[in-house]
């Protein structure tokens, strides 16, 4: 269980506005109710906001689900 | 609170307060279409957070993705079925088809900029038959130079070809009523270009903004949207001491307090009173709330170097009592609502009193140093007007008036004396073109003397005015003392030999001067002309409009059904009708 997936609990509940959501690793746009694009934007916007740090293009377009973003937030703040 | 916030903490809990907010009462629903020229999702979302919070449900129509030419155009149902109130033509500088190409002259830049707004021309026609207001966004700077600072020069420079454009735009919005620009321009400059445009948002969901960029657009056209529908502040409420100069006069003496040009400090007060005295010039009303004995405070205002006068205010109060006490004794004194205040102190305690006592007063919160007051004031949008109607302009020498009148009215005997001696003349007629602007804006800020409280915009306005099946009377009047200008308003709806009363409202500044006997005995003239044998009039009652309750009882309506928040009255006309008006002597009934 990765600290990042705790962090990102919240702001998935926010964003989805549904307080008793769970997000896993799995989890994807096809498993969490709501999560639509406009929706993806939002996340993808509170992430780099909250976390300070900025998806590129390429980047966004290979995320799978919650782990991949999880993997990727990961590089991108040890690099930091 | 949702104005205070910044993009991040929106984009994450805008569901959550859209629902929290949306459990408000009494929403104003108000039907918005977007025809987008870029994804406005986000902006859209901002909007509506900070709509909610001042009442307003958006009922939001999207055309699809760059479909904003076709739909107005060309495939219009969708939006015909739409019925929307505001129209948004959400365009940005990335739509502009026609860039002047690299070999253009200087003798052929204007056809380009033509063929352009002509474009443009086409979409604002197109949406004539709608009625509905339109909002343009006009063009931000791009984010790109290509020629550098010779881009604002050149005939083939970008930057030359949008300041062009958007001159355009501003002459054709002066010609054609339904049709404010949206200053896109300027929302995106003072965010700064750098920090407005995001090339990977654009490429990833061709989005035009960043977060906080969307964020200051929706703040932007949040403030247009309640400017249309009359909801601006009328009257900026100031506090004196280390408010409007620095020091304590009460300690350290009228020839002590800063002002004047002498000091850096004394240079930013003065400079607050002149942008104070600017608020007033364009008729906004000001008023002191200042803990001070009156004698002293008006000193303050009797110093050689002060830009405001003692004259410049409708209201001085300066005493001991809480503010939040006078704050309403000004808001009643000026017959004006506390949602039309604002409150500017540099007493953050004193602050705080009026947030919790009087909700409705905007509090902006202005910190203690008086040269970041007007940037704070500005960023709250609080005086925002869609167009500046002469009555603005005089706004504030009529409210001047109603003191005098006031003070008139101690000499009388009786109410019926005084009422006789302020020799009143009434204008009493069908809505004509020219009123049209001043009528649609009674109609949106009137709150307590407004039987139905229903908004119109400009464009229903002027469809009333040449609809057969309606009756519309304006009322204009003038005494002694001064003109009080265009002052009530009836729209009627016939309905085989019944006439519906679907609107009824007059200013506050006219209250109890019988105007309202005059416009009944205009409409009743009108219905008999026409062969209309009952007038039907409506009472919804709302948070504000307590004083009208009375109104039709008053007239001799009968009062024939519905429950106390929607009363029904009936005025009969077939046993014939006493004209009921007194003391308003002559008036004109064409």
Known sequence: MSDILAELQPIFRDVLDDPALQITRQSSAATVANWDSLAHINLVSAIEQEFHIRFSLSELAELKNVGDMIDLMEQKLAAK | MIANAGAVVLLRKQKGLRRELQNRPNLLSIRIAFLCGSTVNEVAAFLELLLLEQGIQPVFY???????????????????????????????????????????????LNAYVVAESMRFAAIWNGLQPLGAVVVQNNFELPAQRLLGNYDAVSPTGRVRFINLLNTEFAREAAARTNLLIHDLNGVAASVGLKAFHDAGRWFSYKMLATPEGSL??????????????????????????????????????????????????????????????????????????????????RQGLEHPDSVLLLDHFSCFKANWEPKHENIKAIASALNIGLDSIVFVDDNPAEREIISAQLPAVAVPD????????????????????????????????????????????????????????????????????????RITQLIGKTNQFNLTTRRYTRAQVEAIATDPSCISLYGKLTDK?????????????????????????????????????????????????????????????????????????????????????????????????QPQNKYIKEYVHE
């Open chain 2, 481 to 577: 003392f001064g003109d009080n200008g265009l002052i009530s308003v009836i729209i009627g709806r016939k309905e085989n030999d019944i006439l519906h009363i679907d609107l009824w409202i007059m200013s506050c500044r006219v209250l109890k001067r019988g105007m309202e006997t005059v416009m009944l005995d205009a409409l009743v003239a009108e219905c008999q002309s026409q062969g209309i044998g009952e007038i039907r009039g409506y009472y919804i009652q709302t948070e504000r409009n307590g004083l009208a309750a009375g109104h039709y009882a008053a007239l001799g309506f009968k009062r024939s059904g519905g429950d106390d928040q929607h009363q029904v009255f009936r005025l009969d006309l077939s046993q014939g009708y």
């Open chain 2, 216 to 297: 200051e657009v929706a703040k932007s056209a949040a403030a247009m949207v309640l400017a249309i529908y009359g909801r601006t502040k009328k009257c900026l409420v100031l506090d004196l001491d280390n408010t409007l100069w620095g020091g304590v006069i009460g300690d350290d003496g009228p020839e002590q307090i800063k002002i004047g040009r002498e000091t850096a400090e004394a240079e930013a007060f003065t400079a607050f009173q002149e942008y104070c005295l600017q608020l007033r010039s364009r008729g906004i009303l000001l008023a002191v709330c200042s803990k001070n004995s009156e004698e002293i405070a």
């Open chain 2, 62 to 108: 999207f055309s699809d993705y760059n479909k904003y030419f076709e739909e107005a155009v060309l495939d219009t149902a969708r939006l015909v079925e739409f019925k929307p109130d505001i129209v948004f033509v959400y365009t940005s500088s990335t739509n502009i088809q026609g860039w002047p190409l690299l070999d253009t002259s200087e003798s052929d």
């Open chain 2, 366 to 437: 202005v910190g203690s140093d008086v040269s970041g007051f007007i940037r704070v004031l500005e960023d709250g949008r609080y005086f925002e007007p869609v167009r500046l109607s002469r009555e603005d302009l005089k706004r504030a020498e009529q409210y001047q008036e109603n003191a005098q009148r006031a003070a008139f009215q101690g000499r009388f005997q009786n109410y019926d004396e005084y009422l006789e001696s302020l020799e009143m003349s009434a204008e009493v007629a069908a809505f004509k073109p020219v009123y049209l602007d």
